[in-house]
């Protein structure tokens, strides 16, 4: 079995901040990328940021310069600092992770429960 637990979300107030955290557990081999989406009401769930296991990332154009994704590989846990909150960012944040199962051959996605961020005055 393998668990991805996220928290860390919340209500703020448009330019605040807000940090995710998401723990990976389980009978994990390894871990190639992990990440973080989002869904808004009526929206598709689109990323957000994402970092592999080498240390490079990606990031969507909208959150550019304002959020931060960071990984420690020793605690299975990744991070998404988000600065200068927008009313847009509103959405139900996913954690995913691409890993290799103990005994396993390949690389699936696995997907944590979902935190709230809300943005508002």
């Known amino acids: 079995q393998v668990q991805l637990v996220e928290s860390g979300g919340g209500l703020v107030q448009p330019g605040g901040s807000l940090r995710l955290s998401c723990a990976a557990s389980g009978s994990i081999f390894s871990i190639n990328a992990m990440g973080w989406y989002r869904q808004a009401p009526g929206e598709q769930r689109e990323l957000v940021a994402i970092?592999?296991?080498?240390?490079?990332?990606n990031y969507a154009d909208s959150v550019k310069d304002r959020f931060t994704i960071s990984r420690d590989n020793a605690k299975n846990t990744v991070y998404l600092q988000m600065n200068s909150l927008k009313p847009e960012d509103t959405a139900v944040y996913y954690c995913?992770?691409?890993?290799?199962?103990?005994?396993?051959?390949?690389?699936?996605?696995?997907w944590g429960q979902g935190t709230q961020v809300t943005v508002s005055s």
């Open positions: 995913n992770a691409v890993l290799v199962r103990i005994g396993g051959r390949y690389a699936n996605p696995y």
């Open positions: 970092i592999f296991s080498g240390g490079s990332t």
